[in-house]
């Protein structure tokens, strides 16, 4: 059949230059679909790490905070001091004040946190050392409980001196439990 006649008799979606024009086509649309399909898939990846990839990872503290100058705190007195913690959580930073007991005894300092590890409570200061007025959970001045239901000692924080400044790392530790364990 000559190609006028292929044009005379066609039907509406008959090829008329036979099956190599249908395999070109099938190639390139192959082709375009697998190039659309690889430009998805790196969006999706991409976009899936920004969304999901925050809100599974941990909370990052800042570090060292600055707790003020060490001419400031007394001698043979425990004094609160709050600071402001900086942790990275998720998809933003957030900041939150927090408690501590500095204790300046010959020059040589303590730092507790304030935080009752009963259940969390603010502890306060006493003629003896130190009180949660939650349940009743008391510790001496060097901070060893010496009644009530929590199951530990205060918990020390790690500090250091950088020139006449105290610098402290905060943590969180988990509360109702024996041992220190870091939460955050």
């Known amino acids: 059949m000559e190609y006028a006649d292929r044009v005379q008799n066609r039907m509406p979606g008959d090829d008329l230059e036979g099956p190599r024009s249908l395999e070109r086509r099938s190639l390139l649309g192959y082709m375009i679909g697998m190039i659309a399909t690889g430009m998805a898939s790196v969006l999706g990846i991409t976009i899936a790490r920004y969304a999901i990839a ?16 060490l001419e400031e705190i007394p001698e043979n007195r425990p004094i609160k001091r709050s600071l402001v913690v900086s942790q990275e959580a998720g998809w933003g930073r957030v900041n939150s004040q927090r408690l501590v007991w500095i204790i300046r005894k010959d020059n040589e300092l303590t730092v507790f946190s304030a935080i009752c590890p009963h259940l969390g409570c603010t502890v306060n200061e006493t003629a003896e050392g130190f009180i949660c007025p939650c349940h009743g959970s008391a510790w001496n001045a060097q901070g060893k409980k010496i009644g009530g239901p929590a199951s530990r000692n205060l918990d020390l924080l790690e500090h250091r001196t950088q020139g006449d400044i105290l610098e402290i790392r905060y943590q969180i530790f988990r509360q109702g439990v024996a041992g220190q364990e870091v939460v955050s």
């Open 54 to 69: 925050p809100a599974l990872s941990t909370s990052r503290s800042a570090g060292w905070i600055n707790a003020g100058l």
